[in-house]
């Protein structure tokens, strides 16, 4: 018998617990939700070397002149300190706006016949994230709808969420946002006798999906925006990244009053500055410029010297088609790997740009069920539910390319390949499970789980349906 | 807190490669934080390629292990500091390998007259070899419902799932073989969710008050363990005396027949009837803001930084005297 003694102190006797957190009847609402994830928690290892990460959608900031830009910085506050560690415009630096025209320039803003594009409609953010969250403070109530495509960039998501706004997502297929799909969904609010406070859209080498708007359809959803009175908030952080061809005309460049463009040097020059810009209708620029001195005052100075300090004197036009030959090609590395080692069932877009391929897993597997298992083989890759409002998007996953190597793409991309057979393996031993000739099956079914218990027939059919032109093997 | 103890040079380790990298490092700060308010000169190292170096170069007295999952409690970086000869806290490889098999720890348990909830755990390759729903319909006629299912090895519940109707089962199944290549099936044993820490400073292991966990949405899984708020934990569990008596001993037989040392966390269930039903152990306890042992230590009246010294110490003592007992500071 062993001897039991207690360390420490007697006992007490408490009958009341503690939950670690005695600010929890104070929480707003918004925050419900905001819990540990084990999916957060998986992503912990993806820092370390070991880990093939084609996951984070990480801009490969080393092929930046990073000497030029050392002496650059260093010379902004050696040189000019005084401006540059001080307050600043809460709308943003006003040299910084003119040369944020120059760049919108590329895209068909504020040229031709767009005479509104001016710098003072312009306001400087930290990265887009705050300009799409000002901008979405300032539509948006509880409870008000917004469109977006399904699936959608996970931080605008997580920003509307924040908003507590019920978002509709909008079909998308290989060439983006399917007008028709669009109509529909305004047709169907009309009916509610209900609108959307605006559409959130990424035309340009989508993320997550890879994919680009076409001319044609631009015409189309900005047609539609005029039949529904409705507003478009354009993000466009990838627009200068294309391989094959010149940027196409933003969809703020056709319309100066539908269109919210929200715009970002983190892809183009350094995430790590956090630095984009919001350029709106100047009664809307108005309360951006209010709500973002009520949220962080003004910008930082020094981030927004140095990216127009840069713009002023850095070859930047030829440093992003540097960028573009590097992701070029390893665009080509993923995608090569991916015809040759990809199982059956597998199929995928297509990028001609920017930084995401989106992989469409065989029926009856999951991207999230899978993650331990991908992590256990040392690759990564986010899974595709976090990317739509709904839970759904099971059967997707998302690949970076933008940060690896070639070499280690192609590495990644097989460890991917390996671990989709083996989950494979695995449905085909437990998914033609019939349940109902298991041992108990009667008391289960009586005890009203009615669902089918493959996730496969939860997947959204709507989502299956997105890739009709992606390659397939 | 002795003078011998203010003069150790601690690693702590944490960070790691397996699932619980996250957890392993939130553990990390909290145990350095702590050794350092106790006076230790304490530096954090991950368990990667620069790790025997940097301890080659710079060795210390003794390393507290704060990995959780693979590699930090299957005895692999255990075996890998006893060839290097540098003194850690806690048990063996062997003995850390042993409990580490959530099966095998079961079957330990079992011999040892202790009740554990029935059990089965098998490979996938047994399931695909013999027929998935032939092997299950046995195990559910064998154990009926509800199941619990485990990865046979890991923590944090990760991949571990209740299972209430056989409709549920296939997909947990997958669910669970995505973290291990073998499954543990349990019986479901209702009842009060208890972990009873156990701290050995050699004068002899101690058990400290058990934790009661009660999880809000009744499934103690990982968002429940790692957020604030939907937990609540009683310290010391609300049991009667003989039962909080009875949870100590089990706590105390699991440390002492799988040989373990320094500290160990044993998770039970106090069923309805106050048997106390052994799940697993952790010979790598979690040291985050949520976990129980820092609990436990809190509701002993004891310091954390003070007790982790002392196990830091008794490690660098039995290293120097093999064979003989430290005295206890603090």
Redesign the interface.
Known sequence: M????????P??C????????P??DRYAARTHGM????I???F??VS?P??VSLAGGMPAVTALPLDAVGSMIGDLVSGHGAATLQYGSGQGDPRLRERICDVMALEGIGVGDDAAASPDNVVVTVGSQQGLDLVTRVFCDPGDIVLAEAPSYVGALGVFQASQAEVRHVDMDADGLIPEALRQALVTLRAEGRRAKFLYTVPNFHNPAGVTLPVERREQILALAEEFDLLIVEDNPYGLLGFDREPLPALRSRSAERVIYLGSFSKTFSPGLRVGWVYAPVAVREKLVLASEAQILCPPSLTQYAVARYLDTQPWEQQIKVFCELYRERRDATLDSLTALMPDGVCWTKPDGGFYVWLQLPKGLDAK?????A??ARVAYVPGVGFYADGSGQRFLRLSYCYPEPNRIREGVRRLGGVIES?L???????????A?????D???R?G?G?????SAAVNPRAAGNTPGADAR | MSNAAEALRAVVLAGG???????S?RSGRRVSAALRHAGLDVEVLDA?ARLLPAMAEHPCDAVFIALHGASGEDGALRSVLELAGIPYVGSSSTASRLAWDKPGAKARMAAAGIATPDWVALP?ST??ELG??AV???V??RL??PLMLKPAQGG?A??AVKV????????A???A???ADTVLIEQFISGAEIAVSV?DRLD?P????AV?I?PQSGVFD??A????????????A?LEKAV??RA??VA??VH?TLELSGLSRTDAIVAQDGEVYFLEVNVSPGMT??SMLPMSVS????DLGAVLADLLRAAAFRADRPGLAAPVGG
């Open positions: 062993h001897n039991v003694r207690a360390a420490g102190r006992y007490t408490r009958v009341s617990g503690t939950r670690l957190d600010y929890s819990t540990a994830s084990e957060r928690a998986l912990a290892v370390r070991e880990v069920v899978m993650q331990p298992r992590i256990a989950e393996e695995l449905r085909e031993t437990f998914g033609g499970i019939d349940p000739t298991l041992h108990g099956a008391t289960g079914s005890k789980s669902s089918p218990a493959i996730r | 490669l397996a699932f619980e990298r996250d957890v490092m990667d996938h399931y695909r998935a729903g299950l319909d046995l559910l006629s009926g419902l944090s990760l991949g209430v109707t056989v409709q549920e089962l296939p997909e199944m997958i669910g073989f995505a973290y701290v002899g101690s058990a400290l008050p009661e009660v990982y968002a363990r790692y957020t604030p708020g939907m937990t609540e934990y009683f310290t010391p609300r909080a008596s100590a001993e105390l037989t002492q803001d949520t509701a002993a009246g004891l």
